[in-house]
T-cell receptor, first 114, second 113 residues
Framework: EAQVTQNPRYLITVTGKKLTVTCSQN?????MSWYRQDPGLGLRQIYY???????DKGDVPEGYKVSRKEKRNFPLILESPSPNQTSLYFC?????????????FGPGTRLTVL | GDSVTQMEGPVTLSEEAFLTINCTYT??????LFWYVQYPGEGLQLLLK?????DKGSNKGFEATYRKETTSFHLEKGSVQVSDSAVYFC????????????FGQGTTLQVKP
């Protein structure tokens, strides 16, 4: 089944404790990205990757890192999480990242930073 | 910058009622437009899309028409069901080919039996 998977689905952590949220897709998509969803704000893009070893900042990249060493994986790293990063995170992928592409979303990771 | 504005929710309807969720956008050039749906506890799924002016996207009884003159992409369904209860997001993808989607704030729809 074609899908985007994320792990963990739920995470509660404390301020400053490094964490990684994994994302994997099995559709051989070149493009992957991360969004955060906050009430009243919709989804906002954090980082994106057009292909392996190519990443760039989205609209809200502060406090996050990403890497794209393999086509299928695109982990999101929070090196020193803070409470304002408490949010619902979604990974997404699409064939090429062009304007007309459909993006496929993972099930989400709910992160709470205490 | 580019932006999407959706009508405020929540929207509460009885089963078989007609649904309209308004969406307007601001963008330079001619973006692609999307409606995504998020069912409780799940990720976003594409509901429909339109990639050029006057295109009509349709899926599962939902429709939306890309109106360049009014910069709108309103979502409609003739007869809603309880299973349509979800959060609906309007989004655009600009012509810069960064793949970024710009989302509205989402509209919660609750359909009562």
């Amino acid at each position: 089944e074609a899908q985007v998977t994320q792990n963990p689905r739920y995470l509660i952590t404390v301020t400053g404790k490094k964490l990684t949220v994994t994302c994997s897709q099995n559709m051989n998509h070149e493009y992957m990205s991360w969004y955060r969803q906050d009430p009243g704000l919709g989804l906002r893009q954090i980082y994106y990757s057009m292909n392996v070893e190519v990443t760039d900042k989205g609209d809200v990249p502060e406090g996050y890192k990403v890497s794209r060493k393999e086509k299928r994986n695109f982990p999101l790293i929070l090196e020193s999480p803070s409470p304002n990063q408490t949010s619902l995170y979604f990974c997404a992928s699409s064939k090429q990242g062009i304007t007309t592409d459909t993006q496929y979303f993972g099930p989400g990771t709910r992160l709470t930073v205490l | 910058g580019d932006s999407v504005t959706q009508m405020e929710g929540p929207v509460t309807l009885s089963e078989e009622a007609f649904l309209t969720i308004n969406c307007t956008y601001t963008a330079t050039g001619y973006p692609s437009l999307f409606w995504y749906v998020q069912y409780p506890g799940e990720g976003l799924q594409l509901l429909l899309k339109a990639t050029k002016a006057d295109d009509k996207g349709s899926n599962k009884g939902f429709e939306a028409t890309y109106r360049k003159e009014t910069t709108s992409f309103h979502l409609e369904k003739g007869s809603v069901q309880v299973s349509d209860s979800a959060v609906y997001f309007c989004a655009l993808s600009d012509r810069k080919n960064t793949g970024k989607l710009i989302f509205g704030q989402g509209t919660t729809l609750q359909v009562k039996p």
